[in-house]
């Protein structure tokens, strides 16, 4: 049977927290919210229609038009953007170079909090971002703080954008990435932070396969405690 467990995973950027995200709910047959993809899908709204992401009036004004919702297509949570799939528009530079301004916003956070939290009112789900343990999820069964070495986060980021943007340097990806990162752990509002009781889990060195094996027998001792 499907756990009604909640699992938080949070880290910095590009330390593969969707992956593993992704592997644990096909395994348990939870629900995988991917919340980063919100403030992109936010930033993307944004820069369509012209908004500079600096101006808060602006930014606050234009939420209100934005409606979020995810589509469940078996084991998948896709995201809608005013009805319609952004895809992989969410991954261009342009946004990867906004968004985290867009998500030092606390108008912007508490609209997405009130959505992650009704998602997994009557749900097992793992969700990955930068403030589930704390805020989103803080009594969340399992928490995971995701971390991995900068240079293999950059090969990694590297790699997935090699297939839409391939002449983006790597040198380009490792400042987002620092950027990004520097950004988010010293905003005023929901810093990335490691909560107290999250395991911390170093996958620099694991393969894919093994990070699943190490954080999936948690998730089953987890699990077993709730029955
Ligand atoms: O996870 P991903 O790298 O796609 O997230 C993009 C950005 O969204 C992060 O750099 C961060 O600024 C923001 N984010 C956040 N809180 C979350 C998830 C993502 O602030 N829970």
Same mark, same amino acid.
């Given at each position: 049977m499907t756990p009604r467990i909640t699992v938080a995973i949070d880290g910095y950027s590009a330390c593969g927290k969707s992956t593993l995200a992704k592997d644990l709910a096909q395994r348990f047959g939870l629900i995988h919210v991917d919340s980063g993809s919100m403030y992109r899908a936010v930033t993307y709204h944004l820069l369509k229609h012209q908004i #500079? @992401? !600096?101006k808060t009036a602006e930014v606050k004004k234009i939420l209100h038009d934005i409606d979020l919702r995810f589509l469940q297509e078996g084991s998948l949570f896709v995201l809608l953007l005013n009805g319609s799939p952004p895809g992989d $528009? +969410?991954?261009s530079k342009a946004v990867d170079d906004q968004v985290s301004q867009v998500a030092s916003y606390g108008f912007v956070r508490e609209k997405m909090v009130e959505i992650q939290q009704n998602i997994a009112r009557d749900r097992g789900v793992v969700m990955d971002g930068r403030d589930i343990g704390i805020?989103?999820? @803080? =009594? $969340?069964e399992l928490k995971i703080f995701l971390q991995a070495d900068l240079e293999i986060r950059v090969d990694r980021r590297y790699l997935e954008l090699g297939t839409t943007? %391939?002449? +983006?340097a790597r040198k380009i990806v490792a400042q987002n990435l620092t950027e990004r990162d520097r950004i988010d752990s010293t905003r005023?509002? !929901? @810093? +990335?932070t490691k909560a107290k009781d999250a395991v911390v889990i #170093? %996958? !620099? =060195? +694991?393969s894919r396969a093994e990070q699943l094996e190490v954080v999936g027998a948690l998730v089953q001792y987890r699990s077993q405690q709730l029955t």
């Open positions: #500079d @992401p !600096s $528009a +969410l991954r805020v989103v999820f @803080p =009594n $969340a943007e %391939n002449q +983006l005023e509002i !929901s @810093p +990335l #170093d %996958n !620099s =060195n +694991l």
